[in-house]
């Protein structure tokens, strides 16, 4: 929802500095940091106002705002004197949305301000205004953004979760042929790909942050970086061992079909090769000329049907006999 309509503000917050803060509006958030006071800015990239303030208004470097009201964007850390851009992605746990359709967030801080656009609603932010509301909220602006980071990772864990535990169903199916299986595998397969898209760039921005030298970051910050990138590395580990077992599984997929097709066609030609002195028979019997033997004899028929049912007979136990009739 939009607080404001002629900026494209979303929610605007004051911090107390001890994890607490509370809501105002733009103009009065924009005076209590005149009195040195941190506050968040959080906008909605849809709406174009908020477009105009990013570039005129906001006193942003014209790189930084640039890169933030870029459409597509990667995981990125654009360093700068007075404050640091982030953009970093989450999954998608929107309602009726994929989650490997992740969602951008890009985030600007400087000394006491944070500003936040995004064109998609992330949980992430849902949490921090949460624990804003409950005092448990982050108490300055590199805080919030190691917040951010670890709230983000966090829900990637119970995506890649999901995809290992269908890939486990699908080991232990017997009928992993069947089209639906083959449905689920291609989503776990292309889920497991846009999520090691973005998740690569957003290990290496993570680290360029643990390593940073402006002095902005405190030594704690940096560790909690180090470890969430950590996690990202071991994400990204699993990513690449759940895509091995997909294309492990879709290889025995392609075995079973290409097994079942050569058994359809194997009994095609048998019927085929029974068939074929049979229906030589019938056709010289069928020939409309004279001297057909049995013409006139009332029982010809019966005799002819027997023989041609003791010749399938004997075609087929020579075929068994020569162990064409089965797969070893």
């Not at 005129?56 to 360093?79: C, D, F, K």
């Not at 993570?206 to 002095?215: F, K, M, N, P, Y």
């Not at 997909?246 to 359809?264: G, K």
């Not at 029974?274 to 049995?294: A, D």
Request: net charge negative; with cysteine.
């Amino acid at each position: 929802m939009i607080a404001d309509e002629n900026t494209g503000l979303i929610a605007a917050y004051v911090l107390d500095g001890d994890g607490g803060g509370y809501q105002t509006d733009m103009a009065s958030a924009l005076t209590e940091h005149t009195t040195g006071k941190a506050i968040w800015l959080h906008f909605d990239l849809n709406v174009d106002a908020t477009k105009t303030w990013l570039q005129n208004q906001s006193g942003l470097p014209q790189i930084v705002a640039e890169s933030m009201l870029a459409h597509e964007t990667r995981p990125r850390v654009i360093e700068e004197k007075n404050g640091c851009a982030i953009v970093l992605r989450g999954v998608n746990l929107n309602p009726g949305a994929d989650p490997e359709d992740m969602v951008g967030i890009r985030i600007w801080i400087d000394e006491r301000r944070i500003i936040s656009v995004r064109y998609r609603s992330l949980m992430a932010i849902s949490d921090i205004r949460q624990l804003l509301a409950t005092g448990s909220g982050p108490n300055n602006s590199t805080r919030f953004v190691t917040m951010i980071a670890e709230l983000l990772t966090d829900r990637m864990a119970s995506v890649i979760d999901s995809y290992a535990e269908g890939l486990e169903q699908l080991e232990e199916s017997q009928n992993t042929a069947r089209l639906e299986t083959r449905s689920t595998l291609r989503n776990i397969r292309r889920g497991c790909s846009m999520l090691r898209r973005y998740l690569a760039p957003q290990r290496e921005a993570l680290g360029r942050l643990q390593i940073d030298e402006s002095g902005r970051f405190t030594g704690h910050d940096r560790s909690i970086f180090r470890e969430v990138a950590d996690r990202n590395v071991r994400y990204l580990e699993e990513l690449d061992q759940l895509r091995e077992r997909a294309i492990i599984i879709q290889d025995e997929i392609t075995n079973l079909l290409s097994e079942r097709m050569n058994r359809i066609v194997y009994i095609l030609t048998i019927i085929s090769a029974i068939m074929l002195p049979l229906g030589l028979l019938t056709g010289l019997l069928g020939i409309n000329v004279g001297g057909i033997p049995g013409a006139d004899n009332p029982v010809a028929f019966w005799l002819v049907c027997g023989g041609l049912g003791l010749l399938a007979g004997i075609e087929g136990f020579i075929f068994y006999r020569l162990r064409w009739l089965f797969f070893d």
